[in-house]
C-alpha cells in the first residue's frame, strides 16, 4: 500500500547537522502516522520522533530540542531535521508509516548515520 525509501544520511561530527528525507509512494500519505525510529548495533530499535495526519509531533526525550520531526503531504514526504548531533545518535534511521485502520504498518530500509567524536 505504500513504500517508503529514505535518504540523506551519512558521516557528520559531533555538533553538526543532517537533514533525512522519506519520500512515500502510494495514497495513505496524508492521512497515516508517520515517525522515524533508530536502532544502533546491540540496542532495541527505538522511537524518534512521530507526526500524526494532524501535525501532531513528539519525541524521544533525548532529541528534544535538537531534532525537529516534519511532513510535506503535497511532496508525500517526511523529514528529521537533525542539529547538535551526539555519537550516541550513531543508528541506522528508519521511516514509518502507520494506518492501523486501513492496515497499514510499513518500514523504509533505513538509512545510516554515523556521528564522530
Do not use: H
Amino acid at each position: 500500500q505504500v513504500q517508503l525509501t529514505e535518504s540523506g544520511g551519512g558521516l557528520v561530527q559531533a555538533g553538526g547537522s543532517l537533514r533525512l528525507s522519506c519520500v512515500a509512494s502510494g495514497s495513505i500519505f496524508s492521512i497515516a502516522t508517520m515517525g522515524w525510529y533508530r536502532q544502533a548495533p546491540g540496542k532495541q530499535r527505538e522511537l524518534v520522533a512521530r507526526i500524526t495526519s494532524d501535525f501532531s509531533t513528539n519525541y524521544v526525550s533525548s532529541v528534544e530540542g535538537r531534532f525537529t520531526i516534519s511532513r510535506d503531504n503535497a511532496k508525500k514526504t517526511l523529514y528529521l531535521q537533525m542539529n547538535s548531533l551526539k555519537p550516541e545518535d550513531t543508528a541506522v534511521y528508519y521511516c514509518n508509516a502507520y494506518a492501523g485502520p486501513l492496515g497499514v504498518d510499513a518500514w523504509g530500509k533505513g538509512t545510516l548515520v554515523t556521528v564522530s567524536s
